[in-house]
């Protein structure tokens, strides 16, 4: 668009980082800065190793931040450092994505701010475990009403509760009085795994607005932005509060459809019934749907647990408390599903983890993300602690050890003894020698992996611990956890070197030179 020559993302987080990327990518006549007060995380956008794993973030990154030779179609032609081709269609792109620290310059220099920053639940204070905690928002808030130039466009990316544009507006009102912003609300959709293939080709892009002639420019000129790459049919204005409510329920309505399902596993689990060809039975009706019907661990990550408590509390504070306890029950069913796993962990070792090894291969709240906030697999962990195993090993494609032991110290916080934990970088080293190994992500490594390989490198116990059938169904594309290969707790078959093919050629030959791809 004309008038939007320069983006200022603030907060280069799982949102922020990718969004700004994408919008870099097909906008490239617009310089795109993300702004964080994280020195080490800009550094690392700025570096060959991203911060965070998206599939085909690198690429994006690299082309729109180093800059490259693109044909006429913008497809990239060679790599930025190699010799321009004679062919008169190609010429030079960007570089027009930024990495930065510098506030002051960052937001001075922007005609659009979208901020980014993260909106966990508050953990003290009025509405703790509900409410939304606004301290980086607002100090983001803050930080635009210092800097900002007269007429910027302020956009909404985080997910905030309702009212934030209008919380917004009065900040920025008592400020910089007499100066004009307007505040959008632009909820983002992605999921994490597969963020880069959901802002290239989103279901909608939500833009919320005032509605005054000014706002419905602001929400316009946003639109432009968007159109580069998205059919403007796909590009919904609405008013401000119903966009950033529209967050809350998608999310709310999500999770609502894992915690149904994973409700019914406890009922599958006492009567014989088979979750999986329930979900299946029911997924076929088109009015339900196949998404998001996995039974399994339960969701994770950073969002649908706050978001969820985030409606709560709205419909909490219009004293609306049988809306307010419907929607809680979905994060209670969640706590449920990941307690009732952990206990089938424990019971099949009688309550009593001494002497032994479990294994948990996947530590990321889902598949092909380094994230491991709120993943089941740290409450897990938690209560395996309590029982005192000689050993905990986690294997994890993406994640990274540092933030692993953080999470799990954090989560523990003096309940168990986390010196047992140990993280591995080699599947099959995770595995030997133990009592349990629990399958907690979908990851594709791990449904590639010659699984009776591992199971031989274990000790003995007899009979399978999974209540769910094998093989793994295949995961839906798209689906938030896939949840149901999670729930796999494999016991090492005791018989396997004697009947398994691949283990018998094993005994000739080194386990760990499978040739399976574990990506880093
Ligand atoms: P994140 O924690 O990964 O990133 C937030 C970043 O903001 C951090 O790097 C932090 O240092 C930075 N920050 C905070 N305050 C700042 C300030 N004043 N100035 C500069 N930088 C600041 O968070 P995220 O997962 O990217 O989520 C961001 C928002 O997007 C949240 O509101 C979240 O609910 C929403 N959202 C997240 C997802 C997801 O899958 N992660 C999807 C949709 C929406």
Partial sequence: PSDVRKICVIGAGYVGGPTAAVIALHNPKVGVEVLD?????????????????????????????DGAIVNDSGKRATDSNEPVPEAGNVSRRGPNLFFTCDTQVSISTADMIFLAVNTPTKTSGVGAGRATNMRALDGAVQDVALYAKPGTIIVEK????????????????????????????????????????????????????SGSPAGKLAADALASLYTAWIPSSQILQINAWSSELSKLVANAMLAQRISSINSISAICEATGADVEEIAKSIGLDTRIGPQFLKAGLGFGGSCFRKDIASLTYLAECLGLEEVAHYWSQVNSINVTQRNRFARKVLRRFDENLSGKKVTLMGFAFKKNTSDARESPAVDVIRTLLEDQPSEIAIFDPYCIEEEMLQEISAAAHGTGDTSTVKIYTDPYEACINSNAILVMTDCDQFKNSPLQRICSRTTSVPDSLSGYPSPAPKPQEDDYLGTSFANYMLAPQPDCVENCPDCRSKARGPVMTEPVEWAR
């Fill in 37 to 65: 007060r994280d020195q080490r995380r800009i550094e690392r956008w700025n570096s060959a190793h991203l911060p965070i794993h998206e599939p085909g973030l690198d690429k994006i990154v690299r082309l729109t931040r």
């Fill in 158 to 209: 985080s997910t905030v509760p309702c009212g934030t544009a209008q919380r917004i507006r009065n900040t920025l009102d008592a400020l910089r009085p007499v100066v004009p912003f307007e505040v959008l609300s632009n909820p983002e959709f992605l999921s994490e795994g597969t963020a880069v293939k959901n802002l290239m080709r989103p279901d909608r892009v939500i833009i919320g607005s």
